[in-house]
């Protein structure tokens, strides 16, 4: 049996950690990471930790490198509830260490938001047909209001319990007493009603469900080799120019650690692509490190965004962009992570931690299309759908989010795929988050490379991926196939194809950048983007919701200005070598 035996035996004198029975060809691995007890608990907060693996004898779990206290641990039939105290420690790396055995490293975050899951009883199908959280919701305060005590009113009043937060956002979720959607709806509306209330989020997704993630599309004409759509965007060159000229001996560039958040849920540390990742990664101040909660499988859609930015080279299955700069590298931190199974509501909560935690770019390989949204020939989107009343509520969410981030955090970058429905991306009422205007959100649309035999910087060469959204709300366009990670070595693994997997090119070579030159401003990020990027589609007539508006044009001050240059009104296709000098250069303009 390769995975998947949560812990079974008793708590042992020691702990070191614990003394529990196997079986003994299970790896040692973390599955599962959590906040439990009282989430609103921010002094001495509480985490459950599911470990699989565990054999009888002594085991220690390490956070940040030192030993957990055993008084600090409790175990339960099933998981370990491991309190720490929040002023004594930051957010860092968990693992467990048991005789040889190093389990996949997570991140513990201590941030302080945090939203539950509904359980299977919990849900309901709405007139829709859609799942949606029967008793759970989440209430956005005004911003005048002391969140938490108008949470703590709202609940007496509505004979609510408030169960979860995100406080920088004053967003806090209500368990309501409700036993049906009626009641659920009534409830809903009184609580809308309130002058403190804002907004009211319902959230429609399953229990325990996937991560709404844009890999829904199945790879129709998948390419014969994935990994030469990488071409199209000069991966090979991008990594071959990063380790060449910053190990230049006559004159090196010093490099500076960037952290990248991704919203997903797992990764599969037994596929050859992670496998050395086990342990305390970071003893190598240079390497690329990952951390996440362990996936089942190799074929997974955590797995496989992970990969673009982190998979080992040259194991048959990934090769991904940031370990491939390791040599040279500052030390990336890619932390793979979603908090909760709680929908879209978790993964702004996920958000709002990382950022806290330092985090200078998310990857959101995700999006949701309203009921009703059309693709561009006007037939109905039939993937990721959410009804009008949650669409309302999300935007709001999304909304206070972006706001925050500009005002708290105005160097950090949100890099989200465009979706997988052929339609417009910038339909704010039809498409979540990638419709949103601002100068932290890049939107990322696929390519895939055409059947022409003509030069790579042809617009020609690649042809949008025939799922991918459009339109001028798209910042650039990137390889939307790539070879998934596989589970033993030298096995091809299978081909993944989505703007999921076009968005962590760009996330990655976002962090390459800001490696090189860390003062670059999300604006000006966006610039050296649009303006490295080779082309791709015929010219456009630069109207919004012409088709073949694959991105936002390219436009003459992204071609110094000059009115004849042939890149003018075409779409732009990531060109990640192109950008790595632009990085480069820039460092002699801001000298």
Known sequence: MRKRNLVTGGLAAVLSLL??????????????LQRCGNVLDSQQPTYCVQVSGLQSGPAQLRFNGAPVPTDRIEYRQDHLRVRLDAAASRSGPLLVEQGNQLSNPVWLSLGSSHVLAADEGAVAKNREGLTTYLDLVSV????????????????????AEVVGAIPPLNLYQLRLPVKNLEQRDAAVLRIGNELSVDAVV?????????????????????????????????????????????????????THPVRIGVIERAVDFDAPDFNDYLGDCRADAKRTCVYARDAEAADGHGTTVAGVLAASWDNGGSNGFLRGL???????????????????????????????????????????????????HGDPVDSLLRSGIAMAGYEELLEEFFLW????????????????????????DYRLPSSFVTDQLFVIG???????????????????????????????????????????VDQDGPVRCGTSYATPLVTGVLAAMLSINPELQPDQLRMLLRRSALTI???????????????????????????????????????????????????????
């Not at 990594?239 to 060449?244: A, D, E, P, T």
């Not at 708290?408 to 339909?427: I, L, R, T, Y």
């Not at 919701?545 to 003459?556: G, N, R, V, W, Y």
């Not at 075409?570 to 060109?575: K, N, T």
Request: hydrophobic share 35%; net charge negative; proline share 6%.
């Open 202 to 254: 319902i959230e429609e997704s399953g229990a325990e469900q996937t991560l709404e993630g844009d890999a829904a599309e199945q790879p129709v004409d998948p390419p014969k080799d994935p990994r030469e759509e990488w071409k199209s965007n000069r991966f090979l060159d991008a990594v071959h120019f990063y380790q060449q000229r910053l190990a230049n001996g006559s004159d090196p560039v010093p």
């Open 326 to 376: 390791d040599l040279v590298g500052p030390g990336f931190d890619v932390i793979v992570d979603r908090g909760s199974d709680a929908g879209i509501t978790a993964n702004i909560a996920a958000s709002v931690n990382l950022v806290e935690d330092g985090a200078r770019i998310l990857n959101w390989s995700w999006g949701i299309h309203r009921i009703g949204t059309r693709d561009i």
């Open 140 to 159: 956005i305060i005004e911003e005048r209001y002391d969140g938490a005590k108008e949470a703590r009113r709202l609940a007496e009043r509505y004979e």
């Open 19 to 32: 003394s529990l029975c196997v079986y003994a060809d299970t790896p040692l691995r973390i599955t599962q």
């Open 446 to 488: 696929g390519h895939q490379r055409s059947t022409k035999d003509v030069e790579l910087e042809d617009p020609d060469y690649a042809t949008r991926r025939h799922t991918s959204n459009t339109d001028m709300r798209v910042d650039i366009t990137a390889a939307a196939c790539t070879a998934g990670s596989a589970p033993i």
């Open 537 to 591: 589609g015929r010219e456009s007539d630069f109207e919004p919701m012409e088709a073949d508006d694959l991105t936002a044009p390219i436009l003459p001050s992204e071609r110094s200005n000059d009115l004849n240059d042939p890149d003018i009104g075409h779409s732009a296709r990531l060109d990640m070598y192109r950008a790595l000098e632009l990085a480069m250069e820039s460092l002699d303009a801001s000298r």
């Open 405 to 428: 981030l500009r005002r708290e955090h105005p160097d950090v970058v949100v890099v989200n795929s465009a979706g997988n429905g052929a339609a417009f991306s910038s339909q704010d």
